[in-house]
């Protein structure tokens, strides 16, 4: 096991052994290989580089408490990338491929995931990008896949404790019929300036509201949004949103918790309303939404306490984290086990 201070990791970069690679060349799949070399070369008018042609995915891998690792949900991390492929036509792996490259990058890459009990894991970021050249606005004709991991703790430095967010009126992370419900990297440029200057009035997360009438709830930041309400998990449905797998398994798990599940548009006077909230994605997992400022309303929105989970949000991260650690048995059939 790799000499690393586990329980104090960021969600940041960390060098491993080996990732992944396999080209999209002459109209077929080539082979997968395994390299060293954490960099790229390709041909300066790559449509990456140009035209955006670039989708990524996020999930992780968990040490668990039996000492077997668990990859969560990969299938769906397949089938959302290539669901991003289709809109910036670009050629997916298949999902035999996809998952052969995730397998094969965590296992030479064992050493890297964070032992059980520290609350770290392995994040697995899937990549695919047009390498092929071209000038005039047109798909490649080449793709490059990769996988490559790095050991992550929290996202946010709060951990389980709640965050604070504000919404940002300014600013749209996607439009309403373009590519917010897919994963490419145009949206998380258009993202980062927002994101700043949310860190800059220290707040490490932005709620986006509805591009087009500014009247519902959005994305969290790189999150899905919830609220809790009598017993009812209430989540925004969008054009612009990206269809969390985390959310979706936490739906599954709200139901069979007894919540009432709604997934709508939820107008914003409705967040005076919740009793609880917060945000889920593979890198936020849970985490618990304290307050909401909204600076152009002159309105605070508070939380339980502000800081610490509500007992709904804490129920639902105790059962997903069971699952994923294999604490508790995965009755969904959600896990692959290496
Ligand atoms: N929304 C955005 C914008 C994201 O980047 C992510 C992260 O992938 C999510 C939601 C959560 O999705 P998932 O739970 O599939 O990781
Ligand atoms: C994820 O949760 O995998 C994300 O995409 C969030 C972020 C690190 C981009």
Redesign the pocket.
Known sequence: MENIDWGNLGFGYIKTDSNVRAYWRDGKWGPLTMTNDETITMHMAATCLHYGQEAFE?LKAYRGKDGKVRLFRVEENARRMARTAEYTKMVPPTEELFIEAVKMVVNANSRFIPPYGTGASLYIRPLLIGTGAQVGVNPSKEYLFMVFVTPVGPYYKTGFNAIKVMIDRDHDRAAPHGTGNIKVGGN?AASLLSAEIGHQKGFPSVLYLDPSEKKYIDECG?ANFFGIRDGVYITPDSTSILPSITNKSIMQIAKDMGLKVEKRKVDISELATFEEAGSC????VISPVGKIYDFDEDKVYTYGDGVTAGPWTKKLYETLRGIQYGEIPDPYGWVTIL
Request: net charge neutral; charged share 0%.
């Open positions: 996020g998380y790189a994605g593979t890198a936020a």
